[in-house]
């Protein structure tokens, strides 16, 4: 398998622009997550799903971020319009099994910049 | 709600000398806990998870921890360093709340320096 597939691997925009980040997951796994990830906050969870279903969005900043997962395949992350303090390494990660045991498998991250 | 915590911010170890790496956590029932190691400009790697069972667990590249529920400490360890294990280590638990299982919460990350 390919492993986790993030695209773009980097994205510089302007202020106001509306940005798209996406993922494909490794195939069979039932969970996906997406992370951001800055220097001063760590790695923060946005949401997750489960079998293509949001689960917990209670990390997602605001309502300019949005998520979805429409099949096993794919999932993006929205952010319209986008800002200056959204600049970060935004991670999507997948899974596989029932209660949590398994590992998350990390794309590479896409990075971006809102100038 | 999870937490976990990782009190230092770098640890510079010489070559060959056994090097630990701290991690503590908090949650609701059972934890599972996870260390990933991250390289620059790359995605995090999963090193090695405790589920259950035997407190020591084995993991990549000679990597093991040790699970301790009474201290909620999950220490990464290694007998003998080397400078490629200089990287940002991360701690990680997941909750299983009922439902389902909760996301999975990192700690802030520690930089662990090899120095040859």
């Known amino acids: 398998d390919a492993g986790v597939i993030q695209s773009p691997r980097h994205e510089v925009t302007e202020m106001g622009q509306e940005v798209t980040l996406r993922c494909k997951p490794i195939s069979g796994h039932d969970y996906l997550f997406w992370y951001r990830q800055t220097m001063m906050r760590g790695l923060e969870l946005l949401i997750y799903f489960n079998n293509n279903v949001p689960i917990d969005d209670s990390g997602m900043p605001e309502d300019r971020f949005s998520a979805k997962m429409p099949n096993a395949s794919f999932s993006t992350l929205k952010i319209q319009p986008s800002e200056p303090r959204d600049s970060a390494v935004y991670f999507c990660?997948?899974?596989f099994g029932p209660g949590g045991g398994g590992e998350l498998f990390f794309g590479e991250g896409s990075r971006l910049t809102v100038l | 709600a999870q937490s976990v915590a990782q009190p230092e911010d770098q640890v510079n170890v010489a070559e060959g000398n056994p090097l630990t790496v701290k991690c503590t956590y908090s949650v609701s029932g059972n934890p599972y806990l996870f260390w990933y190691v991250q390289y620059p400009n790359r995605g995090l790697q999963f090193l090695l998870k405790?589920?259950?069972?035997?407190?020591l667990v084995k993991g990549s590249y000679g990597f093991e921890a040790e699970f301790n529920k009474s201290q909620t400490s999950f220490h990464l360890k290694k007998p003998s360093a080397l400078v490629s294990d200089s990287a940002l280590y991360f701690c990680a638990v997941r909750g299983y709340s009922g439902g389902g299982a909760d996301g999975l919460t990192f700690g802030k990350g520690t930089h662990l320096i090899i120095q040859p």
């Open positions: 990660a997948s899974s």
């Open positions: 405790y589920i259950t069972g035997d407190n």
